[in-house]
């Protein structure tokens, strides 16, 4: 005979089904194929038996006292030492189950057996409810098992040789064989009038068989359930597979009965259940007429250290097996008649926390349950509203329990995308037990929202909006206003995105004028993290732009008024412009007037924040434009803004001594933006992508750091270079630009990013066919790996040298001289720029160069018939500047120092010009008579 169960272990989560194979069939609702035949003969307890004997009341009392005597002589082959049996012990434990498996299984068979001569009547219904009843007696309940029997799971299934294992699953199949026979009987045989005895205490005397055997098992089980809670800190609900399955068939067992007699349900027998064990119901025989040997007394309350905790646990684990009960038989649960228990344990909990008598951590456990529990029934309006009767209440709440981390507090540090992703993560991802209650809260609702229909949304939405006045919007702390947002944001998610975003901004609207900086940079986080809801969803709410702008213009006035408090409103203006950072499809009004105004009034340290987050804002836009997401006009309107309020910034500042590097990065993005200039067709805009590049890469005015860096960046871009190959002599100018570059950047021994760029540059420069004929032509070698960039300028400069000693006309030296003009012609104006910073690195570095240059090629960069010509002006400027020469002596000491320690290779560099010559000779004289006064000042 085959056993119900074949045990899998230990059950910390729903489990594979632990049934038989053949007693599947049965369980699948097959449970007319096993038939008895009338004839036939079978061996039983260590008798030969007709099957007809099942119907003798006779054979069947006598059946049932062997029953009893088997199951105390395998009760008393436990060891409760754990240790196995022998072979042949196990061999006799497994036999003596397997008969009584065997006689309870006939015993059924015969409410399934078709004979002519054979019938039921109520005398043997009556018979069979009291054998029924002794056999009850007699096992007694399964948490009364000693303590060693109901561990008695293993995972080697029936083959196990332990004896507590067989007495563990003889009893749970006995409770399952009884609760089918009574089944059977009283479904089978319904126009019978019998006898129904009483057998247990606390229930009605005239409830059927089924509903106290039912019951009776149903409070068993749970007590075993409640031992377990309390062993296992709430992980496992079970004892073993086995006792799973138990309340799966016990389950499925009342409902069938419920369909067939149209009483009660699983449901409401568990509703009963519930109340009981919080109503703290003592069952107890006072006031009974029943003697106490004929009736099973339950042991008293469900013990548990939290009894409205563990009905919540409970619940959620039941209602996942009334679930996987249905399933299992290929049917649709009934889903939307199950929640008046919930809503009994949410009106309990809701009071008790108003009382005092629940803390937020027994909060938590209720609701994450509850979610698990919810999410597996239809939504239930009623659900949400119970809770946001209770939230409602509690916003300015941080939810903590004391002692405990504060991981579950909601954070007021997020930024746009984290509290974006965070809202979304509560929506898609399963409940987390360390969220706290208020999460829970917004997880449950979640689920709720997302399978209620359209009026249901609607008619939720309004009981949420109702709780909101002014006063109410006034009381919010900052805590408050992170749980409000994480509400609407959660509702925005879900439901129709314009109707909350619309709503919240009324709300915002009532306290507007009363707001705190703390306030107001939480709430103009949270306006943007609904503008990327809105984006993500391709809707538009132009109120919402406006309303930030208006924020972020107050947040300007008193950024300028602020004083001591600037630091505070500057991190608004920064939240302001992480906003921007982060959105794809930025309204035009948002990149307004006072975006311009503060570019303006920023100092050096925010300067650089705030540049930042401009050029990830205007990569964005670029990446939109090039992916063709977006409407012509709406690139219009977004280009023209970017151009009137940060372009002319931009090309201003990057002009002064020291300007921040992300202006060579925006000045970049500007240039792209120039090249999409005949697709968007922004009016008003003159800049074309070549008058970008002479003007950041090549215009002397420009800071050497800006235009080494905007240089080296878009020589990177091979779509860019297309486009400078358009400009006429651009390698002059490349070559040029380098030199300026050298000249104002220092030379050190640890790569920064300003040398890198500029090493860059150097290595465009190489590259260019005209600088490699220069080289070439004077018999050099080209460089090669340019760790300093500026042994590439002393090449050219010794290239043009040695070119110069190897001109046999005046026209090859004219055409020379052209060349070292149009190369090193504004070395006065990049000198002067270094002059004007005083920055001793830079100094000496311009100076070694220049000084050099002249020694090298002062016959290139001096002609009689100029007064102005290169050379005249690096003496007249970077040499003898006014401020020597006025005898003021107001000439910076370390320039002074500089000239001092380069001076002689100047002189030697005139040297080398016509000894006839004047002009040379009277500047020869006065630089050597200047310097050496000034050496003995």
């Known amino acids: 005979m085959q056993f119900i169960f074949n045990c899998t272990g230990s059950s910390n989560a729903m489990c594979e089904s632990s049934f038989s194979s053949e007693r599947s069939q049965w369980y699948l609702g097959n449970g007319d194929t096993f038939l008895l035949n009338y004839k036939d003969r079978i061996n039983l307890f260590g008798y030969t038996l007709a099957c007809g004997d099942f119907f003798c009341q006779t054979a069947v009392d006598n059946l049932f006292s062997l029953l009893r005597q088997h199951i105390t002589e395998l009760e008393s082959t ?42 039921i009547d109520a005398d043997y219904a009556s018979f069979l409810n009291g054998k029924i009843k002794g056999l009850l007696l007699h096992v007694g309940l399964l948490h009364h098992l000693p303590r060693s029997v109901q561990t008695g799971y293993s995972q080697e299934g029936n083959s196990c040789s332990a004896a507590k294992f067989h007495v563990w699953h003889l009893h749970l199949e006995m409770r399952l064989h009884l609760l089918e026979l009574v089944y059977s009987l009283e479904t089978k045989c319904s126009g019978l009038s019998y006898t129904v005895p009483t057998v247990c205490s606390g229930l009605s005397e005239d409830c059927s068989m089924f509903a106290q055997i039912s019951s009776l098992l149903l409070w068993d089980l749970t007590y075993l359930t409640a031992r377990q809670y309390s062993k296992d800190s709430g992980n496992s609900a079970f004892h073993c597979s086995c006792v799973q399955q138990l309340w799966i068939s016990l389950i499925r067992l009342s409902d069938d009965y419920s369909n067939e007699k149209g009483l009660d349900s699983f449901w409401i027998k568990f509703h009963h259940l519930i109340q009981l ?77 108003s009382k005092g008598a629940a803390g937020e951590k027994e909060l938590r456990t209720c609701l994450f349950s509850c979610e698990a529990t919810a999410h597996l029934w239809e939504p239930n309006i009623r659900i949400v509203e119970t809770l946001w009767d209770h939230f409602s209440k509690k916003l300015n709440s941080s939810f903590l329990v004391p002692g405990v981390s504060v991981g579950g507090i909601a954070s007021v540090n997020k930024s746009v995308p984290e509290w974006l992703h965070t809202v979304r993560q509560r929506i898609e991802k399963p409940a987390n037990r360390e969220q706290n209650s208020f999460c829970l809260f917004l997880k449950l609702l979640a689920s709720q929202v997302q399978r209620m229909s359209e009026n249901e949304t609607k008619r939720l939405k309004g009981r949420f909006y109702s709780k909101f006045h002014h006063r109410k919007m006034s009381e919010l702390t900052e805590t408050g206003w992170t749980n409000f947002f994480d ?42 993290v609904l503008l990327l809801i809105n984006e993500s969803k391709d809707t538009e709410v132009p109120l919402l732009a406006l309303k930030l702008q208006e924020y972020f213009t107050s947040a300007f006035r008193q950024l300028l008024n602020s004083g001591r408090q600037r630091t505070q409103w500057y991190s608004l203006v920064i939240q302001y412009l992480e906003g921007l950072e982060h959105l794809q499809d930025i309204p035009p009004s948002l990149i307004g007037e006072t975006l311009k105004k503060l570019l303006s009034e920023c100092r050096e340290q925010e300067l650089s924040r705030v540049l930042i987050a401009l050029t990830n804002a205007l990569n964005n836009f670029l990446e939109r434009i090039h992916s063709g997401k977006q409407a012509a006009q709406t690139k219009a309107l977004q280009a023209a803004a970017w151009w009137s309020n940060i372009f002319p910034f931009v090309k201003s500042h990057a002009a002064t001594l020291t300007p921040p590097s992300q202006l060579a990065e925006l000045a970049i993005l500007f240039s792209r933006l120039a090249l999409y200039q005949p697709t968007i067709q922004v009016p ?74 500029l090493q860059n540059l150097a290595r465009v420069v190489i590259s260019l066919p005209k600088f490699q004929q220069e080289i070439l032509a004077a018999g050099l070698q080209l460089p090669v790996g340019p760790e300093n960039p500026h042994n590439v300028i002393m090449v050219l400069i010794t290239a043009l040298k040695r070119r110069w000693s ?86 910076h000491p370390a320039v002074r120092v500089a000239i001092q320690q380069h001076v002689s290779l100047i002189l030697e560099g005139l040297q080398t010009l016509d000894k006839q010559d004047d002009y040379i000779q009277q500047q020869h004289k006065n630089i050597q008579t200047t310097w050496a006064k000034l050496d003995t000042a």
Request: charged residues 20%.
């Open 806 to 891: 190897q001109c046999c006309n005046l026209l090859e030296k004219r055409n020379l001289q052209l060349k070292a003009e149009a190369y090193f012609g504004s070395t006065a104006k990049y000198g002067v720029r270094v002059m004007k910073g005083g920055n001793v690195d830079e100094l000496r570095t311009m100076y070694s160069l220049v000084s050099r240059l002249v020694k090298n090629c002062s016959p290139l960069l001096y002609s009689k018939i100029r007064s102005n010509y290169v050379l005249v002006e690096i003496i007249n400027t970077l040499v003898l500047p006014q401020s020597v020469l006025s005898r003021k002596f107001l000439l």
């Open 487 to 528: 509400l609407f944001l959660t509702l925005a998610l879900l439901t129709d995105t314009q109707d909350v975003t619309c709503k919240m901004l009324d709300f915002l609207d009532m306290v507007l004028s009363v707001l705190a900086d703390g306030r107001c940079t939480h709430i103009v986080r949270a306006c943007f």
């Open 78 to 119: 436990i060891d409760f030492s754990g240790y196995k049996q022998t072979e042949n012990q196990a061999t006799e434990l497994t036999s003596k189950r397997s008969d009584i498996a065997s006689f309870l299984t006939l015993l059924k068979a015969i409410f399934t057996t078709r004979a002519e001569h054979i019938s």
């Open 277 to 353: 064990i919080l109503d703290d119901v003592s069952f107890s025989s006072e006031g009974q007429e029943i003697e106490m040997s004929d009736v099973i007394h339950l042991s008293g309350d469900i013990q548990a250290d939290n009894k409205l905790v563990f009905c919540f646990w409970l619940l959620q684990h039941v209602a996942a097996l009334h679930s996987q009960c249905f399933e299992n038989r290929g049917q649709k649960e009934p889903k939307s008649n199950n929640h008046f228990t919930l809503l009994s344990l949410l009106e309990r909990v809701m009071l008790a926390q």
């Open 684 to 757: 008003c805009v003159r800049e074309s992508f070549l008058s970008l590049f002479n003007y950041f890469g090549l215009n002397e005015s420009v800071s050497a750091s800006i235009s080494a860096q905007y240089l080296s960046s878009l020589f990177e871009d091979s779509s860019l270079v297309d486009h400078v190959k358009l400009e006429c002599d651009v390698e002059t100018r490349l070559i040029q630009a380098l030199w300026k570059c050298c000249l104002q950047t220092p030379v050190h021994g640890v790569m920064t990013p300003r040398s890198m760029h």
